[in-house]
């Protein structure tokens, strides 16, 4: 099974609009935490926003907020007032704590076009 | 600022060469790892190190070598490159933190093709 799953390879938005990224993962271990990064298509890898299973409220980092559900296993990443710049590919990201360290899994992403 | 530097960003090989991808990083972090990109499946954890002299393996480590003898460098050596190692690489670092929500840094990637 998939332990990061990103069902949406191209999403398109009207900027000024939100726009929400699905993610959902999968781990038995109680703790973890969710990461979110942004590629641009310059190819750096951007970190936005960061989730912990202990959290007791959702990550907010300026326009990026996370819906984080838990018992759903999901981490959204939620976009306000969307902007030209923010045309990227997006991945989701987990840590797992028992035995994974520092370790990432990926999804495999979200290409995010904003347009006009 | 320098962060995490990788050397080259673009590499071409001939099947069967051997090279060396560099890392380095001026953040004195303890973890360093080495992740593969390929269109479609995200990225994926090569070979990763906790500190100086201790490394392991991730998902896909097979036709890779890494080392670990300074804090500060993570070099990836390709062994005996084949068309399928075609991809872009990444090297990232973070402090040793596992339950913490410390990102890791990652360099601006190699883009290596195999002929």
């Known amino acids: 099974a998939q332990k990061i799953t990103q069902t949406q390879p191209g999403m398109f938005v009207q900027e000024k609009e939100a726009v929400t990224l699905d993610c959902t993962y999968d781990?038995?271990?109680?703790?973890?935490?969710l990461f979110w990064y942004k590629q641009p298509s310059s190819g750096e890898m951007i970190f936005l926003i960061y989730?912990?299973?202990?959290?007791?409220q959702n990550a907010t980092e300026g326009r990026y907020s996370l819906n984080f559900q838990k018992a759903r296993k999901s981490a959204n990443l939620v976009i306000s007032a969307s902007q030209l710049g923010d045309s990227a590919m997006y991945f989701c990201?987990?840590?797992?704590?028992?035995?994974?360290?520092?370790?990432?899994?990926f999804g495999t992403g979200t290409q995010l076009k904003v347009e006009l | 600022n320098a962060g995490v530097t990788q050397t080259p960003k673009f590499q071409v090989l001939k099947t069967g060469q051997s090279m060396t991808l560099q890392c380095a990083q001026d953040?004195?972090?303890?973890?360093m790892s080495w992740y593969r990109q390929d269109p479609g499946m995200g990225l994926r954890l090569i070979h990763y190190?906790?500190?100086?002299?201790?490394?392991d393996q991730g998902e896909v480590p097979n036709g890779y070598n890494v080392s670990r003898s300074t804090t500060e460098d993570f070099p990836l050596r390709l062994l005996s490159a084949a068309p399928s190692q075609t991809s872009v690489y990444f090297c990232?670092?973070?402090?040793?933190?596992?339950?913490?929500?410390?990102?890791?840094?990652f360099g601006d990637g190699t883009r290596l093709s195999i002929l």
């Open positions: 990232a670092s973070s402090l040793r933190r596992p339950y913490s929500n410390q990102p890791q840094h």
């Open positions: 781990t038995s271990d109680p703790s973890y935490g």
């Open positions: 989730q912990g299973s202990y959290d007791q």
């Open positions: 990201a987990m840590r797992e704590g028992r035995g994974g360290g520092n370790k990432l899994t």
């Open positions: 953040m004195n972090h303890e973890y």
């Open positions: 190190s906790v500190g100086a002299g201790i490394t």
